[in-house]
């Protein structure tokens, strides 16, 4: 047994976390960075946080992931770390010639005080943030919320530093699709293509972490939101901003800075999420939604009522994102599938909120938990209490998975273990149709695998 | 690929150079040297100093030495971390230490991540009283014979002191050793300040701390093998065959009574000198064990270690076994590299990458009949490049004078009096240079914009960097062997060890794919010429 020491008896943890669902600040931040073209992340901090998250996201997305870090010693830690950032910034124009260098703080940062916008000001006085480049920076202290929430910082921080109102509409839609894959901004890009809606897509990591090798590295790949585009974002006529956690704080400083009115809509997973995205597209640029939606539409639910029999009952337990359990437990919901088990580490009490409505309104009777000890320890005591069908969550539900013999779907952040999760979509109903797949794939396996001589099937 | 014409290094190290800022040019240069290919003395070369800031570095920090690199492997010990939730979770699981416990009740809690994920108000009041109430619940959910508590930047600024804690909860629990690290990020220069802070806090809270004496007639711990792909379980299949009992690996596949007991061993092999010299050292003047630095990287070198510490025991039955061992684990070694050898011969590589593996893997790239143009390490001292005779010349700089320096000494009691003979090498280590062929270049704690300068010049066949690195390298068209991770694979350590390494780099200079890059329209100008007759 791999988790052997894991017993069902839970008892009430205030001082330890044991597997946690939810990383830090920082990350989220450098991730949502290389989604603007020609930009540098930049860590203000100690060596090892900005190895740390180049090593996480690069697991993950099987691409380069670059980043500078301010190096800091002992000697930073006590005196500051101004010295070290003007020097970074110096440094990374010379040698990386970035469009644009994207600064995050660490827990060390934050801790003796550093204010980064302070010292870059000081930098841009100092001459050393070159002509017609610019310099944006995050608050993200590792002690405070979670990747999701620093993720949502910087791309706070893209609007408070470059969006601007020039009294001219652009006529487009702001879409802020909070931390999901970059095969994911593609398909909301597309999404909105298909319906006619002229958009400026933030952060969009899609060509960046997905960039096809041809034989040459590429420091800026050619992907990402353009530092124009996030400049003309001031002057759109609406903001749909996916997923509060991640998205909803930008689009709210968009609103005041820039008057641009926003409404907070789920990720679209599943049906009735992007339902609502695909109206919500359709109200505000007075588009009609074209026929081949609903086709696709089609699709997902003929498939659905086709393999009914092997979804209906089935008993989920769930750990990851906040803004993607959400719209995915309403769709395990619809699949007639009982989500009983659902953690994130992420703080926030909008979360819970939202997923004991979705138990009332479906009649589950659940467990939900987020926030401090919120951790997959804690959700395994639950799986070892009364058993599931399946376990959905990033790679380190392998470990349950294994030990209590679960079909285990890979969804979320980190996934080290697999590839396809950056390529191939899970929102909007194509990608809601690649999860009931591998939903029943999961299922149709396990039956194969279990069943007797005598029962086993050719057709299912 | 291969078959080109190799640039002088002086002049790429001035193009290199050139792109820096002046002060950066400055620094940087004393870091990169042209190995004059001395056996004698090695030529200087600045290392184990700050990274500049805004540089693309490979390095990480002291808690991923301390933590994640030195106690990591160990299974049942409770590593604790005090700090923000990030640092915890990112060293779990991450670096591939493999374990065996026993089947059934025996502790593993390698798969379980601890952390106080401090919260603000910890960093405003104080995280002591959650960490006490942490490992309080660690000891109740678990009751580990260890918790071992690591420091993160946060801790060591607010001042929290995880010593006392520790003191504290180890009296208050009765049967529990628990012990601190004050491994924060900042401290020193890279992963390696790590290393020294968990060698210390081991050699004082764990090691020799019991006197079960293991049985045995040629007791050896291994210091440096971390377990990395299943490397210590080939090293400890080899032990026992040759017939030596293998008291403690520091630390892969480990646990907490072989360290607690490993002042029984006879002599200590050093591996992975850079991450443990410091506990082979302290060992010696306390115990008087004495250490020799070895390397089971590479066929070659395996059986030369091997008969080394035969020589060492200075036994007739044990140096016949290791003979006898080595012949037998040879004959599939030299068949691997006959077939092999053709696709890999005159190819070249380049290795930068911790503390001691770029010097020890050249060793299997020369079996595998490889050129190693470059190499240098992320996390090196100027004694793992120009050997240990040059310590006493190191400047102590402000970053290594805040490392814990312990004051160790003769225990009377526990003491013993070993036999060495002159013709071994003891307690030293030559470095890599040395190994080096003149003209290759020496360059310590790599950056990227060199990294790229290096490979657009060389063209290496094969690079081995680490995770960071990878896809980088790859982008361009030069496939990358991860060398901390082994990308999946392993075990490179030892004679199955050498065999998959083998068989690993010639599928990679010889995968087809790397000929699919360009694509067809891209290649020739034939097709424009059709249509344009067209």
């Known amino acids: 047994m791999l988790l052997r020491h894991t017993t069902a008896d839970v008892v009430e943890r205030e001082g330890l976390t044991i597997n946690p669902v939810k990383t830090c600040q920082p990350v989220g931040a ?28 690069t697991r993950h997305y099987k691409e380069p992931v670059m980043a500078g870090t301010s190096s800091f010693t002992e000697g930073a830690s006590v005196f500051g770390g101004q010295a070290n950032l003007l020097q970074a910034v110096n440094n990374i124009f010379t040698i990386y010639d970035p469009e644009i260098i994207a600064v995050h703080s660490t827990c060390l940062s934050e801790t003796i005080g550093d204010d980064l916008n302070q010292i870059l000001i000081k930098a841009q006085e100092d001459g050393k943030v070159p002509e017609g480049k610019s310099v944006i920076s995050a608050p993200t202290p590792s002690y405070v919320g979670s990747h999701i929430t620093g993720f949502s910082a910087m791309v706070e921080a893209m609007v408070k530093y470059l969006s601007i109102n020039s009294g001219k509409s652009n006529g487009k839609v702001n879409l802020i699709p909070g931390w ?28 960046v972490l997905d960039a096809p090798l041809i034989g040459k590295h590429q420091m800026y790949p050619d992907g990402g939101v353009t530092k124009e585009e996030l400049v003309s974002a001031g002057d759109s006529i609406f903001t749909i901003a996916m997923g509060s956690f991640a998205s909803e704080q930008a689009a709210k400083l968009l609103n005041k800075k820039c008057n641009v009115d926003y409404e907070v809509l789920d990720i679209p997973v599943g049906i009735k999420a992007t339902d609502r995205f695909i109206m919500k597209l359709s109200q505000t640029a007075g588009v009609e939604v074209p026929s081949d939606f609903k086709s696709e539409r089609g699709r997902l639910v003929d498939v659905i009522t086709d393999q009914e029999q092997y979804l209906h009952g089935k008993r989920v337990a769930i750990f990851g994102d906040p803004d993607q359990l ?24 909008y979360f819970e909120k939202r997923i004991k409505e979705l138990f009332e309104q479906y009649g589950i009777d659940g467990k939900v938990k987020n926030g401090p000890q919120a951790d997959m320890f804690l959700l395994h005591q639950w799986i070892k209490e009364q058993g599931v069908d399946l376990l959905i969550g990033n790679t380190y539900g392998k470990y349950i998975a294994r030990d209590e013999d679960l079909p285990f779907l890979r969804y979320g952040f980190p996934i080290y273990d697999r590839v396809g999760h950056s390529y191939f979509t899970t929102l909007g109903y194509e990608g809601g149709l690649r999860i009931v797949e591998k939903i029943l794939g999961l299922f149709h396996d396990r039956q194969d695998r279990d069943a007797p001589e005598e029962r086993f099937e050719l057709v299912m | 690929m291969g078959e080109h014409t190799i640039p002088a290094p002086e002049l790429i ?9 002046t002060k950066v040019a400055r620094k940087r240069k004393k870091s990169m040297v042209t190995n004059d290919g001395n ?11 700050r990274t500049v800031p805004g540089i693309i570095t490979q390095r990480g920090c002291t808690y991923a030495g301390c933590k994640g690199v030195v106690l990591g492997p160990t299974r049942d010990i409770i590593n604790l971390t005090h700090g923000p939730i990030g640092c915890g979770f990112y060293s779990w699981l991450t670096r591939r230490n493999q374990t065996k416990p026993a089947e059934g009740s025996e502790e593993n809690f390698m798969n379980y991540c601890f952390s106080t994920d401090m919260q603000d108000q910890n960093i405003v009041f104080g995280g002591e009283k959650k960490l006490r109430k942490a490992v309080q619940e660690a000891y109740d959910l678990f009751h580990p014979k260890a918790i071992g508590i690591f420091s993160t930047c946060p801790v060591g600024l607010i001042g929290d002191d995880v010593h006392a804690v520790a003191r504290e909860m180890t009296a208050e629990l009765g049967d529990c050793n628990v012990f601190g690290f004050s491994c924060e990020g900042y401290k020193g220069v890279s992963q390696s300040a790590g290393h020294h802070i968990a060698n210390n806090q081991l050699f004082k809270h764990v090691i020799g701390t019991q006197d079960k004496e293991p049985e045995g007639k040629f007791k050896v711990n291994i210091l440096g093998e971390y377990n990395i792909g299943g490397d210590a379980f080939e090293l400890e299949r080899i032990f026992e065959k040759a017939g030596l009992t293998l008291v403690s690996t520091f630390s892969g596949n480990s646990h907490y009574n072989s360290f607690a007991n490993s002042h029984f061993a006879d002599l200590n092999v050093v591996m992975c000198h850079r991450s443990i010299n410091y506990v082979a050292e302290m060992m010696e003047t306390k115990y008087g064990i004495p250490w020799m630095k070895v390397n089971f990287i590479g066929a070659e070198s395996t059986a030369k270690s091997l008969r080394k510490i035969a020589e060492y025991f200075d036994d007739k039955e044990l140096i016949q076994r290791v003979e006898e061992v080595i012949k037998e684990e040879t004959i599939q070694i030299e068949e691997t590299v006959a077939k092999l050898r053709p696709n890999t011969e005159g190819k070249t590589a380049m290795l930068f990458v911790g503390g001691s593996r770029a010097h020890h893997y050249q060793e299997l790239f020369n079996e595998l009949g490889m050129k190693t143009l470059a ?13 240990r005779e040059i310590i006493p010349d190191i400047k102590v700089d402000a970053d290594s004078r805040n490392i814990e320096e312990i004051k160790v000494e003769k225990s009377d009691e526990e003491f013993r009096d070993y036999t060495k003979s002159d013709k071994l090498e003891w307690s030293e280590y030559g470095g890599m240079m040395r190994d080096m062929e003149s003209g290759s270049l020496v360059i310590d704690d790599i950056s990227h914009y060199e990294t790229e300068k290096l490979i657009e010049a060389y063209k290496p066949d094969i690079f081995c960097a680490g995770i960071k690195e990878k896809y980088v390298v790859q982008k361009s068209g030069v496939p990358l062997k991860q060398l901390h991770s082994y990308d999946y694979g392993g075990p490179y350590a030892g004679f199955v060890g050498a065999i998959n390494f083998y ?5 990679m200079v010889t995968t087809r794919v790397w000929d699919l890059v360009e694509a067809p329209w891209e290649k020739s100008t034939q097709v424009e010429a059709q249509y344009a007759a067209g």
């Open chain 2, 503 to 507: 068989k690993d780099i010639e599928r």
């Open chain 1, 30 to 57: 450098m991730y949502a960075a290389l989604g603007i073209h020609g930009c540098l992340p930049h860590s203000h901090g100690s060596q090892g946080c900005c190895a740390y998250h180049r090593s996480a996201l």
């Open chain 2, 13 to 21: 190290k001035e193009e290199i150079l050139a792109k820096y800022p």
């Open chain 2, 39 to 49: 056996k004698d003395k090695a030529l200087e070369i600045q290392a184990n100093v």
């Open chain 2, 375 to 387: 190499a240098g390490y992320e996390f090196g001292h100027r004694d793992d490049y120009e050997g």
């Open chain 1, 180 to 207: 999901v894959e970059p095969c994911d901004m593609r398909q909301i890009k597309s999404i909105a293509k298909r319906m006619g809606v002229e958009n400026i897509l933030f952060p969009d990591t899609s060509d």
């Open chain 1, 326 to 349: 959400i719209p995915l437990t309403e769709f395990l919901l619809d699949l007639n599938m009982e989500p009983v088990y659902v953690v994130s580490g992420t703080p926030g009490k």
